[in-house]
Nanobody, 115 residues
Framework: VQLQASGGGLVQAGGSLRLSCSASGNIFPPNTMGWYRQAPGKERELVASIGSSSGTTNYGDSVKGRFTVSRDNAKTTVFLQMDSLKPEDTAIYYC?????????WGQGTLVTVSS
């Protein structure tokens, strides 16, 4: 399974960014896709995830109400709409996919929020 993420960049506080991550290769349902992030000197934390069967979403406490995770109908691409960004959202964002008791990770995309 290969994951290709895009959409990171530099944005001012209060702005928005949209991340995308496409999966290819030996992909199967059911699965979960989503995002983690890691800021300098901090542990990796869950940002958001979405299941393929029920579409159930899960968010980290720090992003609830500001970020929205979604996926396309083919269930191969996951999106992360990030609104009302804060400097503390600055991190490398990693896309992941879980299927058949294994997880797969993308290369990470840098999001920088300036104050």
């Amino acid at each position: 399974v290969q994951l290709q993420a895009s959409g990171g960049g530099l944005v001012q506080a209060g702005g928005s960014l949209r991340l995308s991550c496409s999966a290819s290769g030996n992909i199967f349902p059911p699965n979960t896709m989503g995002w983690y992030r890691q800021a300098p000197g901090k542990e990796r934390e869950l940002v958001a995830s979405i299941g393929s069967s029920s579409g159930t979403t899960n968010y980290g406490d720090s992003v609830k109400g500001r970020f929205t995770v979604s996926r396309d109908n083919a269930k191969t691409t996951v999106f992360l709409q990030m609104d009302s960004l804060k400097p503390e959202d600055t991190a490398i964002y990693y896309c992941y996919r879980w299927q058949r008791n294994r997880d797969y990770w993308g290369q990470g995309t840098l999001v920088t929020v300036s104050s």
